[in-house]
């Protein structure tokens, strides 16, 4: 009698023991595939909602950011100030994305004349800008609340609000807070 249950046992340790590495082999993949996916939904939620990536197009910010640089925009709880570097989405009178530097916001009075900006009775000091001399449509105004006075660093070759005037905020995507491409040139603003 003790020999069939020795038999019994041996047989049943035969059957189950296939069994506990195919366990844990799904384990494993469930150990490794989770905090991947895991890693995914939660890079998704931050571009979406955080900042996210964006490239540059066009001239008009040179020498601060060229085409093709890739930045990374903040856009949580974002509210423009004077000299952010932001991006507008294509909901504004040019129909494209716009990369451009907030001049002056909400009830500052502004005016540009003769490749000089005043924001408020003050000349902006602004070593960003590309050529000391440019030209370009004049502006006179005061910026009304909820919108911000944008110019490219390139003015020459720069459509902004000198010639679309302020733009809503609500159009900013968000402002640049690194590029991060090239690789040679990462910085942050």
């Not at 040179?62 to 640089?69: A, F, K, S, V």
Request: glycine share 6%; net charge neutral; proline share 6%.
């Amino acid at each position: 009698m003790p020999e069939t249950e020795d038999k019994k046992l041996e047989e049943t340790a035969k059957n189950t023991a296939p069994e506990q590495p195919q366990k844990e082999k799904k384990e494993s993949v469930w150990s490794i595939l989770l905090p991947m996916v895991i890693a995914v939904i939660a890079a998704l939620l931050f571009c979406n909602f955080v900042a996210r990536p964006s490239r540059v197009i066009g001239e008009s910010m040179q020498e601060t950011c060229h085409d093709g640089d890739l930045m990374i925009l903040w856009e949580l709880n974002y509210h423009p100030q004077r000299g952010d570097i932001v991006v507008v989405n294509n909901h504004n009178p040019l129909n494209e994305n716009l990369i451009k530097r907030v001049i002056a916001v909400g009830g500052d009075h502004v005016t540009v004349s003769q490749g000089t900006v005043t924001v408020n009775g003050k000349k902006l000091t602004e070593p960003y800008v590309k050529e000391k001399v440019w030209s370009g449509a004049d502006a006179d105004l005061t910026i009304p609340q909820g919108r911000v006075f944008l110019m490219g660093d390139n003015r020459n070759h720069s459509a902004d609000s000198r010639v679309i005037g302020p733009v809503s905020t609500s159009l900013i995507i968000g402002k640049v807070c690194v590029r991060f491409f090239p690789f040679t040139a990462i910085r942050t603003f």
